[in-house]
């Protein structure tokens, strides 16, 4: 198989564009705005370019928080992603609601195909229908809380055996057969998260405010509701996911109940802990198929390679081109996603 990367060159917009600099995108808004969209041709032509402004938007948007992410307790990189989160993406938010609304009101959009068409023209009806412009400078607000709680995370750690470590490096202490040893480990952890409990309430009563001010404005009772809608959960309601609840809590919670006392039995306790949870039930040593990250790509990759050759390349190429960021460390928010 070709390994090499693949580059996917932009069709609308142009090579050198900065996609940081609202001088640079608003020409593209301002042509778009104006081209003529009353046949079928001209207004698939339309929607390609506009999804390449998208694209283009969207990467440079996602550069940034990938970077801000990874590096938490780095100023410029912070400044980077806040320039975007204030002066970019609140400009590009009306100029895309006036794109979906020309779309919506164009008379060609009954003229193309349904079957190709259909779920963009139901988002984009929806999105056009919610939208506010008093919304957009409370979607900023809690942009910025939401980097303000990754940034606190980021900076969690702890001192034990003898180093400094995150909160993730100290969940490998909960897998010991030693009991004392995994409560220390989470005790010290729920500590340092309680040091910072005030400032997370706060960040999260802060978006609460928030949030339920951006369903008022857009005429919905509640944020659940609202975002349902967001989210364009147009094929279930908040009626069957309370159905759901309720199926968990009359099959899985005994389930789970019985094979947490099955647990607590097998380890010989009186009575299952939180730092009783991750253990081997049978009190064996955990396994540790690696030590670093390094190790880590290695083995997934012989693996890879084992089950299809073309999906080895694939993961191979991820980590030469250093998409990949596995290690746990200060200043980098937890938890994990793609993109």
């Known amino acids: 198989m070709n390994n090499t990367l693949r580059l996917y060159r932009r069709q609308y917009v142009q090579a050198g564009a900065d996609m940081g600099d609202w001088s640079h995108i608003e020409p593209y808004f301002d042509e778009l705005?104006?081209?003529?969209?009353?046949?079928?041709?001209?207004?698939?032509?339309?929607?390609?370019?506009q999804s390449d402004l998208a694209a283009c938007l969207d990467e440079e948007v996602t550069r940034r928080r990938v970077a801000m992410t990874c590096h938490t307790d780095d100023a410029a990189i912070e400044t980077a992603f806040l320039h975007v989160v204030e002066n970019v993406v609140p400009r590009c938010k009306p100029r895309w609601q006036r794109l979906r609304a020309r779309y919506?009101?164009?008379?060609?959009?009954?003229?193309?195909?349904?079957?190709?068409?259909?779920?963009?023209?139901?988002?984009?009806?929806?999105?056009v229908e919610i939208f506010r412009e008093e919304n957009v400078p409370l979607e900023t607000e809690t942009e910025k809380l939401d980097q303000q709680y990754k940034k606190l995370c980021g900076a969690m750690t702890v001192q034990y055996d003898g180093k400094e470590q995150t909160l993730q490096q100290m969940c490998r202490y909960l897998e010991e057969p030693d009991r004392t040893v995994r409560q220390t480990a989470w005790k010290?952890?729920?500590?340092?998260?309680?040091?910072?409990?005030?400032?997370?309430?706060?960040?999260?009563?802060?978006?609460?405010?928030?949030?339920?001010?951006?369903?008022?404005?857009?005429?919905?009772?509640?944020?659940?509701?609202?975002q349902f809608r967001v989210y364009e959960r147009f094929d279930y309601t908040p009626?069957?996911?309370?159905?759901?609840?309720?199926?968990?809590?009359?099959?899985?919670?005994?389930?789970?109940?019985?094979?947490?006392?099955?647990?607590?039995r097998r380890l010989g306790v009186d009575t299952l802990r939180?730092?009783?949870?991750?253990?081997?039930?049978?009190?064996?040593?955990?396994?540790?198929?690696?030590?670093?990250?390094?190790?880590?790509?290695?083995?997934?990759?012989?693996?890879?390679?084992?089950?299809?050759?073309?999906?080895?390349?694939?993961?191979?190429?991820?980590?030469?081109?250093?998409?990949?960021?596995?290690?746990?460390?200060?200043?980098?928010?937890?938890?994990?996603?793609?993109?």
């Open 274 to 339: 939180p730092w009783d949870l991750r253990v081997n039930p049978g009190n064996r040593p955990p396994l540790k198929p690696f030590a670093t990250a390094v190790e880590l790509c290695t083995g997934c990759s012989t693996i890879f390679h084992r089950l299809d050759d073309a999906l080895g390349d694939r993961f191979d190429l991820m980590v030469r081109e250093n998409w990949l960021d596995l290690e746990s460390r200060r200043g980098k928010a937890p938890g994990g996603y793609l993109t």
């Open 104 to 127: 919506v009101a164009s008379p060609a959009r009954t003229l193309l195909p349904r079957d190709r068409y259909f779920v963009h023209d139901r988002s984009t009806a929806s999105a």
């Open 188 to 226: 010290l952890m729920s500590h340092r998260r309680l040091k910072d409990r005030e400032a997370i309430d706060d960040i999260f009563d802060g978006m609460m405010k928030l949030r339920g001010r951006m369903a008022a404005n857009a005429g919905f009772p509640n944020f659940r509701d609202y």
């Open 33 to 49: 705005d104006r081209r003529p969209i009353d046949t079928k041709e001209a207004l698939e032509r339309w929607l390609l370019d």
């Open 239 to 264: 009626a069957d996911c309370f159905a759901f609840h309720e199926a968990i809590e009359k099959v899985v919670v005994p389930a789970d109940r019985a094979l947490q006392e099955d647990r607590r």
